[in-house]
């Protein structure tokens, strides 16, 4: 049985399960709204409904903190040559961008004189907390890479292979 402490969980991993969890939340709230005569009537989207740019980056988020939790319930992941943290950062940065290509793709604005008549339109409160918690996500996998002693120096020096450092120069 695969027992899980607390204790043992730094601040960067409950950060990042943290905004797993509210990349979650955040599927669920409003990524788009459209009301009309200021707010009586009104639609909205969340990110299930809204496409693949919404849904799918949320998918990854989840993906990436149950990696987390299962690292720390004790599973047996596979090793990876750059490390987890390297890869899970890789995957909040890709969420993040397709976040933004969506958010830059919605369409947005607001017609009428008054702001009991007008018609509005444009992104929902969930499309900028699911922006938050990429950016959390991102945040707290660099901070695990780092405190593990990692550099990107090293990392590609990893993928570069023996003997392909160029010569140092002479004086």
Not at 34 to 59: K, T
Not at 112 to 133: E, P
Not at 139 to 144: A, D, G, K, T
Request: avoid cysteine; aromatic fraction near 14%; charge should be positive.
């Amino acid at each position: 049985m695969a027992s899980f402490d607390p204790a043992r969980v730094t601040k960067a991993e409950w950060i990042g399960l943290g905004a797993g969890l509210l990349a979650f939340i955040a599927s669920f709230l409003p990524w788009f709204t459209f009301s009309v005569l200021g707010g009586v009537y009104s639609v909205s989207a969340n990110a299930w409904s809204l496409g693949f740019a919404a849904w799918f980056p949320v998918l990854l988020l989840l993906a990436g903190s149950g990696l987390m939790l299962a690292q720390q319930l004790g599973v047996n992941v596979p090793v990876v040559k750059p490390g987890w943290p390297l890869v899970l950062f890789g995957v909040a940065v890709l969420s993040l961008i397709i976040i933004l290509i969506r958010w830059l793709t919605l369409s947005g604005g607001t017609y009428g004189v008054f702001a009991d008549s007008s018609i509005s339109y444009g992104a929902g409160f969930g499309l900028y907390v699911g922006l938050v918690a990429a950016i959390l996500f991102g945040l707290s996998q660099y901070l695990v890479f780092r405190a593990a002693g990692q550099s990107f120096a090293q990392v590609t020096k990893q993928f570069r292979g023996p003997g392909a450092d160029p010569a140092p120069p002479t004086a």
